[in-house]
Structure formats: C-alpha cells, structure tokens
C-alpha cells in the first residue's frame, strides 16, 4: 500500500530514531521511495527543525534521541483505541488542545506496522463515537494550557470569569490545583482569592486567563476524590442525606444498569421496580438528575428531597396548565 507523503515523513522520523544510524539505501528500500524523495523529505525535516545529524564514519542519519518519546511496540487493539480516540478528538468528542491529538494521531498512523495499519483502517471505517452533549470549546484550548502549566509550575492565574451564580462577570486570582473533566465540559479546581476557598470553575465560562508571577505554596497534595467526597456531582454542599428513590419498571433496568454514585445500594422488587439508596453530600445536583425521570421516580427519603423535587414538579407543571 503507497504511503501519503505524511505517513512517509513520520515514518522516516522513527525509522531515524529508532535505528543507530540509518544510511540512504537503507531509508529507500524501506521506504519504498527513490533517493531523490528521500532527500527532500530529510530536507523537509531541516526545514521544520528536527535535529537529525549525518555521521561521517557511520555513513548514516539520526535523530537526537532526546529531542522525542521512543518508538513505542502498539499491539494490534492498543493501536486501534488510540487512534479511535484521536479521531474522534476534533468530532463529536472535543477535546482541548485537540489539534496536537490530531497531530499524535497521524504519527500513530506513520509508525505503526503496515499489516497493523490496515487492519486498523478497516475496523475504524465501521466503528463510530458518539459523545454526551457537551460545552462548546470557545477558547478552552488558550485557558486549558496556561491552567496546565500553572499548575505544574505552581503559578497563581488572574481570570475574569462569568458566573452565572452570581450574574456577573468575577475578577479572580486562582491558585489552580487540578484540571477535571466530569460528564460535558472541562473544570479547574482551585483556591479563589474572591472566596477565600477552594472553588470549581468551568473552562468555558473563563473568558480571560493569564499567569501571574506570584506563586502558591501547596501544603499537601490535592485529592480529587477527597474533595469532591460524596457529592452527587461537582459540588459538596457540606451536608451528608441519605437519598432513597423508587424508580418504576420503565426505568428501573435503565437505572439499575449505570453507577451513579460510589456508595449506592439497589433493591430490586418482583414488579420490576427498584429502590435507589445513596448518601449524598447536598441535594442540589441530585434534585435535578430526579426531575429528569419525571413521573416514573418517587422521593421516598429525605423529607428535604421529596419537598425540593415536589416543588419543581409543580412549577413544571403549571408551565404546561
């Protein structure tokens, strides 16, 4: 099968790491390709600045084994996630500094064996992605790097965020401790000057981030786990109810089949429907997840509950009155 000249290219570029030095015949017959085209994809290489280096005694080209990763051994299904992942990166599965995702999933595809490519080809030509609904990227890439980097530099950033909480637009100086993607969109997690507490902040609604030279001291490690704790979501209201729900036979296999919550407990009953138990730190997030099922979930537990979903339910209904 005749390589595209971006196959070629990232292939040159292994063959040239990987092999102690490789001389022109070696890189045409491997390549399948005359001389000629050997050297101006080398030349193209110059051109782009990847240091490879010619030795004179060795009669051969290589690249600075520092300046990229090693060539990796892909089986046939690692090879085939990866790239699946990558190319559905720029779809309907977005993902933030999705053109370099794109660009590490052309380079897989250089690489990776021509028996193993493919197969990978003809498996991904029937095989599809289709992710949740999610935020629209605008301008999360820009936000998502200088957030990485300040976190791993422990760098403060000043932001101007639109909180749709407060309905108005925040000037913050955030001490980033961790970026998390939950369900639809990316968030960061991190100290807010503004509230003098550990805050979440979604990426899409930062509409300026810039790192400050100031930095912060982090006395321990940050725990996503531990902070989140048992909220239903991404916001611990600092209250700890036990949830208990009954779900209907139309929904209840659609229920029972997913993991909501790390501590739920499922009963399940001979008329098909089940009861759903779970303790939850506050009752905000579930109360709209509940309001979703509409007409086929009672609120058994707390009292809080069954009121908060019941008075959602009527202003709902007086909608459609």
């Known amino acids: 099968m005749k390589l595209s000249r971006l196959q070629r290219v990232l292939r040159l570029i292994a063959l040239l790491q990987s092999s102690n030095h490789c001389r022109p015949e070696d890189l045409v017959e491997k390549l399948e390709v005359s001389r000629r085209t050997i050297f101006r994809d080398l030349d193209l290489l110059r051109k782009v600045g990847i240091p490879y280096y010619y030795?004179?005694?060795?009669?051969?080209?290589?690249?600075?084994?520092?300046y990229l990763l090693p060539p990796l051994n892909l089986n046939m299904m690692e090879a085939l996630s990866l790239l699946l992942t990558t190319q559905h990166s720029g779809g309907a599965c977005k993902v933030p500094l999705r053109q370099p995702t794109q660009q590490a999933g052309a380079k897989i595809t250089g690489v990776i064996p021509g028996h193993?490519?493919?197969?990978?080809?003809?498996?991904?030509?029937?095989?599809?992605?289709?992710?949740?609904?999610?935020v629209q990227n605008m301008g999360q890439d820009h936000s998502f790097a200088i957030l990485q980097k300040a976190i791993r530099q422990r760098h403060k950033v000043k932001m101007t965020y639109k909180s749709f909480y407060e309905k108005k637009q925040l000037e913050i100086e955030l001490s980033p401790y961790h970026l998390h993607f939950d369900r639809r969109a990316w968030y960061v997690m991190g100290h807010s000057s503004l509230h003098d507490e550990v805050r979440t902040f979604k990426l899409a609604r930062i509409k300026d981030a810039r790192m400050m030279l100031s930095r912060f001291v982090l006395e321990r490690p940050f725990n996503i786990e531990k902070y989140l704790g048992n909220a239903w979501g991404l916001i611990p209201e600092g209250k700890i109810y036990h949830v208990k729900l009954r779900f209907l036979p139309k929904v209840a296999g659609n229920v029972a089949e997913v993991l909501w919550h790390r501590t739920q407990k499922l009963t399940k009953h001979k008329d098909g429907s089940i009861t759903f138990e779970a303790d939850v730190d506050g009752l905000s997030e579930i109360s709209w997840w509940i309001i979703g099922y509409a007409d086929n979930v009672e609120v058994l537990e707390p009292k809080e509950l069954r009121k908060k979903v019941g008075q959602m339910a009527k202003r709902t209904a007086k909608i459609y009155e």
């Not at 030795?55 to 520092?66: E, P, T, V």
Request: charged content about 25%; some cysteine; overall charge positive.
């Open 55 to 66: 030795d004179d005694k060795k009669n051969g080209y290589h690249i600075n084994s520092h």
């Open 116 to 134: 193993i490519q493919h197969h990978c080809d003809a498996v991904l030509k029937n095989t599809s992605m289709r992710c949740a609904a999610h």
